[in-house]
């Protein structure tokens, strides 16, 4: 997994992680999802297939935060029915609203004409969850609507719903807002990591709360609600949900049961935590809590742990099977809550321990699906049963895991990495800032823009630009979160030329601060800074222009991805496609299998093209494409191998749409064929993919690539990579 480290605190770290899965088929999954549960007439999610009426509150909203995953996996392509879903669920809810607050020390009454209530909500934790889609559909989407609403439910909340009533601690919120009689960490449990995000927004504001008796920023409630959440952890990793009543301090009044959803709200607030803090402990309270449940929450299936559509264990923690009733209740999105919130973590704090449980759990989710559409179904365990009143959140639940891993594996830690977020020019695009060095006629230099062909973005809408009549200094930049490690960063640039000064820098990572000059191009072109070794969890990137008027650069598709090898040792021969100096059907070293067909046979070879569709290096590059229908497989074998763990990667661009297409290795020793999908590589950009811990026992291997597609599909590779480690 590119993002998700080997370090693990308190645990053993995984060792080589089987994933059967691949990111095509959770792009299948969610298409049959869509195609039977979402009615885009409304924006809404169908109870199921039986019940057509929308679904309830929370679970829709877990729905729609899933989407954000599958939108960021695929580049965008979800961005849409983010909006749609968003705007259907409020136009369905909404009711005006208005309350006095102190925000940043002035006393306001707020009217909200979007308030989420409708007149029979009254549960806090439902709130919360469609806080936390409304941020991520803000972040997909730059509709500053959405982070307006999430902003001002928040505020509410904090304001009135958290006290130093009932229980220890100053930092529980109740869980209905018009009966304050229970605080559960079913809802409490949701804060931290909802009041961490609104932080970036908003840093310094300060709201008040009275029954506290001051005013606090977002990430001092984040604190106060994340101590009340530890206090139930119990010494055993079990985690009590919290207290009923208006007495916490009686034993009889605490709810002694578990929830299997707790656990993935803790995991998700931890990982917030540890982001901001560096603190391991938070590292530590989840391994605590999510080795408990491992043992509680699942049943073995084919020699691993599945997680089970159970809601809680009996009061006290007795081990029982409380099965949810039917496949219609709620609660089956519990599992899906769980594996959200271990994923999330791992990928936040770099570890790994849990991978390998988790890609079994989306493994047998995906190879249980229903057959004759590929609707995933509530029971992964359970082989392709699919009833019609099945909930459709609980089925959702395995569309989830397998975006979520997907997400884990390829997030590069850039927000807003193509200017794409806004759907708008605009001077402050979302996730980036700019430095005007003091002077106010610096102002406006740094803009994205929507430009027509043949100048038009690298891909997608909008570039960075970076130009102005009279002469500027500007320095636009991010700071990225992302787990320690070794990072390529890379950007497509495009520039006038005649700046006094122009570069992408990176720096604030725990090391020397790095730049690369942007050269004078009319073309797009890559420019990158290798093997920057992250050690505080983050990384701030930049461009940076000292220009005389009118000279301009363009930027766009910003990487930070994970280096595939700090040191590589390239065992592949004619990795690169350049040992034939000249295009050639027969690439030295390379074998093609034309499977009986002789037109197949030309299907595979190596080309020279200009930029922008030039190779990652060299010249040459291997290319599959055909002008009719074709299947094709180009392999080489290394023999000479010392036995050991291998990693193989190679760089792809392709333009989607085949039947199959894909990287593999076998023949290393245990007569398993090992493959990663290559379709979800964009088109316009280079995309690493990886095939990690091969066990070679047979001193070789071969390594190939497949392709069956149709006329006009193609797929570029280059810069082939395996590696012992």
Not at 4 to 29: D, E, H, K, M, Y
Not at 291 to 298: C, E, L
Not at 363 to 388: E, F, G, I, K
Request: charged share 15%.
């Amino acid at each position: 997994m590119a993002a998700i480290g080997s370090l693990a605190v308190g645990a053993a770290p995984a060792s080589a992680a089987t994933q059967t899965f691949t990111a095509g088929n959770a792009q299948t999954a969610l298409t049959a999802f869509l195609g039977s549960y979402y009615n885009a007439s409304n924006g809404l999610f169908y109870s199921s297939q039986s019940d057509h009426l929308p679904l309830d509150l929370w679970t829709s909203a877990y729905i729609r935060q899933g989407l954000c995953a599958a939108n960021d996996n695929t580049g965008g392509a979800y961005r849409q029915q983010i909006s749609d879903t968003y705007y259907g669920f409020e136009n369905y809810f909404k009711k005006p609203f208005s309350w006095t607050e102190t925000i940043d020390g002035t006393t306001q009454t707020t009217t909200d004409p979007y308030w989420w209530g409708n007149g029979v909500h009254d549960a806090n934790d439902d709130f919360l969850w469609n806080v936390n889609a409304a941020i991520c559909a803000y972040e997909a989407t730059g509709d500053s609507h959405m982070l307006q609403e999430a902003e001002r439910n928040t505020r509410w909340l904090l304001e009135t719903q958290l006290d130093n009533t009932a229980g220890f601690g100053d930092g529980g919120v109740w869980r209905t807002w018009s009966q304050h009689d229970y605080k559960d960490i079913s809802t409490g449990g949701q804060v931290p990591y909802i009041a961490m995000a609104l932080a970036k927004y908003f840093p310094t504001r300060t709201i008040y709360n009275a029954a506290l008796g001051g005013s606090f920023t977002y990430a001092q409630y984040a604190q106060k609600t994340y101590d009340w959440i530890k206090l139930w952890i119990q010494p055993d990793g079990s985690i009590l949900n919290g207290t009923n009543g208006t007495n916490g301090t009686q034993t009889g009044y605490f709810d002694k049961n578990h929830y299997m959803m707790n656990v993935g709200l803790i995991a998700d607030s931890a990982a917030a935590m540890f982001q901001t803090t560096g603190d391991t402990s938070y590292i530590s309270d989840v391994v605590r809590v999510t080795d408990w449940a491992r043992n509680r929450f699942t049943i073995p299936y084919n020699g691993a742990q599945i997680l089970w559509p159970q809601w809680t264990t009996s009061n006290g923690g007795a081990h029982y099977d409380q099965w949810v009733h039917g496949d219609s209740g709620q609660n089956t999105v519990a599992k899906g809550i769980i594996s959200r919130g271990i994923i999330n973590w791992m990928q936040a704090t770099g570890q790994s321990q849990y991978l390998q449980w988790m890609l079994d759990n989306a493994n047998t989710a995906w190879a249980n699906r229903h057959l004759s559409d590929n609707l995933l179904y509530t029971n992964w365990q359970v082989p392709n049963t699919l009833p019609a009143n099945g909930l459709s959140s609980g089925n959702y639940t395995g569309v989830d895991i397998m975006e979520r891993l997907i997400k884990a594996q390829t997030n590069p830690g850039v927000l807003n990495a193509g200017f794409d977020s806004n759907n708008a020019s605009t001077t402050t695009p979302l996730a980036w800032t700019n430095y005007n060095f003091g002077n106010a006629a610096n102002d406006g230099a740094s803009f994205t823009e929507q430009k027509a062909a043949p100048n038009n973005a690298h891909s997608g809408n909008f570039t960075l630009t970076q130009y102005k009549s009279t002469a500027y200094q500007s320095y636009e930049y991010q700071t990225a979160k992302v787990p320690n490690g070794a990072y390529n960063l890379t950007a497509w640039i495009r520039s006038s030329g005649g700046q006094t000064s122009t570069y992408m820098d990176v720096k604030d990572y725990g090391g020397t601060a790095r730049t690369v000059t942007i050269p004078a191009s009319g073309s797009w072109t890559q420019i990158s800074i290798p093997n920057v070794a992250v050690t505080n969890r983050q990384a701030t990137i930049g461009f940076y222009s000292n220009s005389p008027a009118a000279k301009w650069i363009n930027v766009d598709d910003v990487q930070l991805s994970p280096a595939a090898v700090t040191n590589p040792t390239f065992t592949a021969r004619n990795f690169s496609f350049e040992d034939n100096s000249a295009a050639t059907q027969t690439p030295t070293n390379w074998s093609t299998n034309d499977f009986g067909t002789t037109a197949n046979a030309t299907a595979d070879f190596t080309e020279s093209k200009s930029a922008p569709s030039n190779a990652r290096t060299g010249s040459y590059m291997l290319t599959h494409y055909k002008n009719t229908a074709y299947r094709v497989y180009t392999s080489q074998t290394i023999t000479g191998l010392t036995n050991g763990t291998y990693n193989l990667a190679a760089w792809i661009r392709t333009a989607g749409g085949q039947t199959a297409a894909y990287m593999d290795i076998k023949d290393f020793g245990n007569g398993t064929d090992l493959t990663t999908d290559m379709r979800s590589a964009a088109s316009g950009t280079w995309t690493l993919v990886t095939i990690a811990n091969v066990p070679v026992t047979s001193g070789q291997a071969t390594i190939g690539f497949y392709s069956d597609a149709g006329a006009g599909q193609w797929v570029n590779i280059d810069d082939i990579n395996l590696a012992r480690h």
